[in-house]
């Protein structure tokens, strides 16, 4: 059975439990990270040298980073689903899930351990104006590439969804002044009706 170590609040592993769903994969989870420890562990770390999570075990075959996780979920268990069979979809669907890392993931961080993780009276103020104005700016690039498309690839959910997905969930759960984009809330309102979505990342942001 699939092994999946990591805590429910952490938005990588989120994107590995929500990749799980989609595919109905049995999977057994093991908390780690934070509160939990586990990460620092001489086993653990054998698995994962960085000592962090995710970190899954797929009968035997060892694997972290998230998006690393969720690619090969996708092609071994959802060729045609999370797996686009169409090289281009796959390719845009890849192009997204390297966005959210490298432009999305950088703004959105800051300003979730400023509000959510840090106590009001250590809050850089500043910063988080700042971090949430260009969040509003950058997500015109998603509103703009949803125009005539249910999902990012298409129309269908798939692997180049599920980081961008839990970033942009965790955006409009924090107490922060968004600009509209009406076809950005749209996408979530669509995200919001698959039972893996609701379960995995749906939860309180602590």
Same mark, same amino acid.
């Given at each position: 059975?699939?092994?999946?170590?990591?805590?429910?609040?952490?938005?990588?592993?989120?994107?590995?439990?929500?990749?799980?769903?989609?595919?109905?994969?049995?999977?057994?989870?093991?908390?780690?990270?934070?509160?939990?420890?586990?990460?620092?562990?001489?086993?653990? =770390?054998?698995?994962?040298?960085?000592?962090? /999570?995710?970190? *899954?075990? &797929?009968?035997?075959?060892?694997?972290? !980073?998230?998006? #690393?996780?969720?690619?090969?979920?996708?092609?071994?268990?959802?060729?045609?689903?999370?797996?686009?069979?169409?090289?281009?979809?796959?390719?845009?669907?890849?192009?997204?899930?390297?966005?959210?890392?490298?432009?999305?993931?950088?703004?959105?961080?800051?300003?979730?351990?400023?509000?959510? =993780?840090?106590?009001?009276?250590?809050?850089? /103020?500043?910063? *988080?104006? &700042?971090?949430?104005?260009?969040?509003? !700016?950058?997500? #015109?690039?998603?509103?703009?590439?949803?125009?005539?498309?249910?999902?990012?690839?298409?129309?269908?959910?798939?692997?180049?969804?599920?980081?961008?997905?839990?970033?942009?969930?965790?955006?409009?759960?924090?107490?922060?002044?968004?600009?509209?984009?009406?076809?950005?809330?749209?996408?979530?309102?669509?995200?919001?009706?698959?039972?893996?979505?609701?379960?995995?990342?749906?939860?309180?942001?602590?």
């Amino acid at each position: 059975m699939l092994k999946l170590w990591g805590r429910v609040n952490s938005i990588n592993v989120q994107k590995v439990r929500w990749a799980i769903g989609e595919l109905n994969l049995p999977c057994e989870r093991l908390d780690a990270g934070l509160e939990f420890g586990v990460v620092n562990e001489p086993w653990y =770390r054998s698995m994962n040298p960085n000592g962090r /999570v995710p970190t *899954i075990d &797929d009968n035997g075959f060892v694997l972290w !980073e998230s998006n #690393a996780i969720v690619r090969y979920l996708a092609c071994r268990y959802g060729s045609g689903s999370l797996w686009p069979v169409d090289i281009e979809a796959r390719a845009d669907a890849d192009r997204w899930m390297d966005w959210t890392t490298s432009t999305l993931h950088p703004l959105v961080t800051p300003v979730f351990w400023g509000l959510i =993780r840090t106590a009001p009276e250590k809050r850089n /103020v500043a910063e *988080i104006n &700042d971090g949430v104005k260009k969040i509003n !700016e950058t997500l #015109a690039v998603i509103d703009h590439a949803l125009d005539g498309r249910a999902y990012m690839a298409g129309p269908q959910l798939t692997m180049g969804d599920i980081p961008l997905g839990t970033f942009v969930w965790r955006w409009y759960s924090m107490p922060v002044e968004r600009v509209r984009h009406a076809r950005l809330e749209a996408y979530l309102a669509r995200l919001q009706t698959r039972a893996a979505f609701r379960d995995n990342v749906m939860i309180p942001l602590t």
